[in-house]
């Protein structure tokens, strides 16, 4: 499936690490339990921590918004855009919110509204976000806003605008010793985005290989951001017409999404789409339709991803017509002409 709608990757390193060091006595060692379950993939436990936490910090505190911010970040990770959304506005409104829990927020935001295809409104956010990192000198958060910004870009049809931020934001990330190899494993992802879109398929699998191979170190197999750059690389391998490494790829993407969060998941519709895709690139149109199918009854239920609801359903009304199911194919495409336009 397109990147766009559901990305799995933190845009700040942890937001509760931003705390000055006389606020964190009481959290450090929830903050390590958390990010414990986040690296193990293990995203129920985390979230349970952290709201478990929430209502022990005061309302609009310093220490409340970080909880707040870790929280959103990690329910938009798992495609829970509403909720995020939800949290990350509560925080810009806060009054009196530090800069720094301002910038966390809109970062999120920024990447939202990006997974919900809203190209102008993500520049927009990560323009002001970009304002106040630059205020403050924050040269790592430039590097991550500047990433987002050229995703941004790229996705609205702009390679133009969008390889110099990219290019940037790699540089940025493997110039400075103090980052961490993740984010550099971020970059490489952006870039390989970049190369695909230009239809530089070799490039592309070489930057996410790059990516896959950090992010294995850093996390072993079953974890979702492994999952995903799993995706990404089934569809070059597909688009190249390596069927058989491209379906094993993102059948275990799927299936690792699967185990992590639910069959009902986000996550999982998502890398079941994926993989339907790469079955109907290798013409297995039955096995195309029934992962289509699976897919689609999960988006049903899920009105933050209805953009990847409406490409699942034009895809699946593709394969429904080559498998001469006519009726079903129209069914669809009646459905679709019905959606407003976002």
């Known amino acids: 499936m397109e990147k766009a709608f559901i990305a799995l990757y933190a845009l700040l390193p942890g937001a509760l690490c931003a705390q000055q060091p006389e606020q964190v006595a009481f959290t450090n060692q929830q903050v390590r339990l958390v990010d414990s379950y986040r690296n193990s993939g293990d995203y129920r436990a985390a979230e349970r921590v952290l709201r478990e936490w929430l209502p022990l910090e005061a309302a609009g505190s310093e220490s409340r918004l970080m909880v707040q911010n870790s929280l959103a970040d990690l329910l938009r990770e798992e495609g829970r855009n509403a909720e995020a959304r939800q949290l990350f506005n509560q925080i810009v409104d806060s009054p009196g919110v530090m800069p720094q829990q301002r910038l966390s927020a809109l970062i999120g935001l920024a990447s939202v509204d990006y997974s919900q295809g809203d190209w102008k409104t993500s520049i927009e956010e990560g323009n002001a976000a970009l304002d106040i990192a630059r205020r403050r000198q924050d040269t790592r958060s430039e590097a991550v806003i500047v990433r987002g910004l050229g995703r941004a870009w790229l996705s609205a049809g ?27 494993a971020v970059s490489l992802d952006a870039m390989a985005e970049y190369y695909r879109a230009g239809n530089k398929l070799a490039l592309a699998e070489e930057a996410w290989s790059r990516a896959i191979a950090i992010e294995r170190t850093a996390f072993g197999e079953v974890h979702p951001q492994v999952a995903f750059l799993m995706e990404m690389l089934a569809s070059v391998y597909s688009e190249r017409g390596e069927s058989s490494l491209a379906c094993d790829y993102a059948t275990r993407a799927a299936e690792v999404m699967r185990q992590l969060f639910g069959e009902d998941s986000p996550a999982a519709a998502t890398a079941l789409a994926n993989l339907a895709q790469v079955e109907q690139h290798a013409h297995a149109l039955g096995s195309a339709a029934k992962y289509y199918e699976t897919s689609l009854r999960v988006l ?5 991803l209805r953009p990847t609801m409406r490409i699942v359903m034009q895809r699946y009304a593709g394969v429904l017509k080559a498998l001469h199911r006519d009726r079903e194919a129209k069914a669809l495409e009646t459905e679709i002409k019905t959606f407003r336009p976002d």
């Open 158 to 184: 702009s390679a133009a605008r969008a390889e110099p931020l990219l290019r940037r934001s790699l540089r940025m990330a493997e110039g400075d010793a103090a980052v961490a190899p993740l984010e550099v």
């Open 300 to 304: 049903r239920g899920l009105p933050d």
